[in-house]
């Protein structure tokens, strides 16, 4: 099972996702159905929707870089010591916490519908959050693979 604690300190995202706790329940529920390890144990992660004034502090203190960014993803575990937890059965894990901005993914691409740039945002945070990085083209490549396995099964 996977749960998200949803925060949102900005209103301007009720424009979008009305219910954004229950718009990534519903999600959630087709990633369990269709990937294994989210049906083994029970993950958990915070997700924090937010704008560019509070991306861009977090980004600065956490970071060392003063600007904004579309997403930031603070995993909990490594992934070497996620990965011996996750062949576990049934133990509570806290995955880590997801930043989003909106003012970034509103204008990702103009042609895409905005659900659609927040699914393809969040789904980032969380491979980011399972452990992966993408700092070499290899690492980039596996990464995305799994990002698009996981985006197939929540759209």
Known sequence: MIKADVLVN???????????????????????????????????????????NEVK????KFRKKNKTTDILSFPFHQKKFLSKLLKKNKIKIYLGDIIINLNKIKYLKKNENFPLNFDKIWVHGLVHLLGYRHKSNFDYFIMKKLENKLLQSVI
Request: proline share 2%; no cysteine; aromatic share 8%.
């Open 10 to 52: 900005n209103k301007a995202w009720k424009k979008h996702i009305s219910n954004p706790s229950s718009y990534l329940k519903n999600k959630l529920k087709k990633l369990e159905k269709k990937i294994n390890i989210f049906k083994k144990n029970k993950l958990n992660f915070t997700l924090l929707l937010s704008g560019n």
């Open 57 to 60: 502090k977090l980004n600065k």
